[in-house]
């Protein structure tokens, strides 16, 4: 198993672009989430996902977007990118409640 | 009053001595709890999980929870250079949720 995969490692975006940060995981597992962390801070969640279908609000989900189509994928989509949005962002999933989560390798984002 | 807090570091050790680690949450009801090593640019991989009362012990890691305290700790034993890290204590708040909520990490530094 590769368990969770995130695409790309990194990505420098100008103010305003778009783009789809990618997460896939093997595991057959069906909650997902997606976290940010800034430096030096804690994982901060931004949206999660309990299988295919659907998908709910975390703490810090103003300018993000998601969609789980599927069990094995749930990209993370911003719209237009801020520089407040520079961060670290980690994908992961666990099998059911209070189990491991299986972190991915992150997404480091740049926003200038 | 943040859900998850963790003693502020970062925390400097003598290699081969004890590192203690605390975390303090805000919800009685609490049922899982967890610790995850997190190495500089690299995503959070599970150390200790507990999830009763007591003491948790896997080689030079023990966890102790007490519920009635709120309070979890993670001892390291024997500190190697290979544990110099940031700890982030993870708790599921709240029974029957998904979401884990994570404490800001304390770093901890092994010197040789």
């Known amino acids: 198993n590769a368990g969770v995969t995130q695409t790309p490692k990194f990505r420098i975006l100008k103010i305003g672009q778009s783009m789809t940060l990618q997460c896939t995981q093997d595991m057959n597992h069906n909650y997902m989430y997606w976290y940010r962390q800034d430096p030096g801070m804690g994982l901060k969640l931004i949206y999660y996902s309990v299988g295919a279908g659907i998908t709910d609000k975390g703490e810090v989900p103003n300018g993000y977007n998601v969609s789980r189509s599927t069990t094995e994928d749930f990209p993370l989509r911003l719209e237009l990118a801020a520089p407040s949005q520079t961060s670290v962002y980690f994908c992961a999933s666990i099998l059911a409640q209070g189990h491991e989560q299986y972190f991915g390798p992150g997404t480091r984002l740049t926003v200038t | 009053q943040k859900e998850v807090e963790q003693n502020s570091g970062p925390l400097s050790v003598p290699e081969g001595a004890i590192a203690s680690l605390n975390c303090t949450y805000s919800?009685?009801?609490?049922?899982?709890f967890f610790w995850y090593r997190q190495y500089s640019g690299k995503s959070p991989e599970l150390i200790m999980s507990i999830y009763s009362n007591g003491d948790k012990e896997d080689g030079r890691f023990t966890a102790q929870l007490n519920k009635a305290s709120q309070y979890v700790s993670l001892l390291i034993r024997d500190s190697q250079p290979s544990d110099s890290a940031t700890y982030l204590c993870?708790?599921?708040?709240?029974?029957?949720?998904?979401?884990?909520?994570f404490g800001a990490g304390t770093t901890v530094t092994v010197r040789a």
């Open positions: 993870a708790v599921l708040l709240i029974a029957g949720d998904y979401k884990l909520s």
């Open positions: 919800d009685r009801v609490s049922q899982s």
